[in-house]
Nanobody
Framework: QVQVVESGGGLVPAGGSLRLSCSAS????????MAWYRQAPGKQREFVAT????????LYADSVKGRFTISRDNATDTVYLQMNNLKPEDTAIYYC?????WGQGTQVTVSS
């Protein structure tokens, strides 16, 4: 049974940092791209960042470029999202995505 579990969310003041983690189990995911999405209250889920299976390429939404960094550890099928200089508009539930699999999300709240 495949499981995708996010962690690391929380409440931080504007300008603060958080590091999200997403671990996958149940099958090997080291050969697949991994991604982060987020959904703010009343809004649609949106793309945040993605990383290729070999770590050679990353892609970011314009809104987070220069502030967020995605990385992965293929030995443990874990993907990370380092979020710096957080803004209130980054408040959302953050989801990890690997192929058709999604985690349950982790809440990030940035206070102004």
């Amino acid at each position: 049974q495949v499981q995708v579990v996010e962690s690391g969310g929380g409440l931080v003041p504007a300008g603060g940092s958080l590091r999200l983690s997403c671990s996958a189990s149940g099958r090997a995911f080291s050969m697949y791209n991994m991604a982060w999405y987020r959904q703010a209250p009343g809004k649609q889920r949106e793309f945040v960042a993605t990383i290729t299976w070999n770590k050679r390429q990353t892609l970011y939404a314009d809104s987070v470029k220069g502030r967020f960094t995605i990385s992965r550890d293929n030995a443990t099928d874990t993907v990370y999202l380092q979020m710096n200089n957080l803004k209130p508009e980054d408040t959302a539930i953050y989801y990890c995505n690997i192929q058709q699999y999604w985690g349950q999300g982790t809440q990030v709240t940035v206070s102004s």
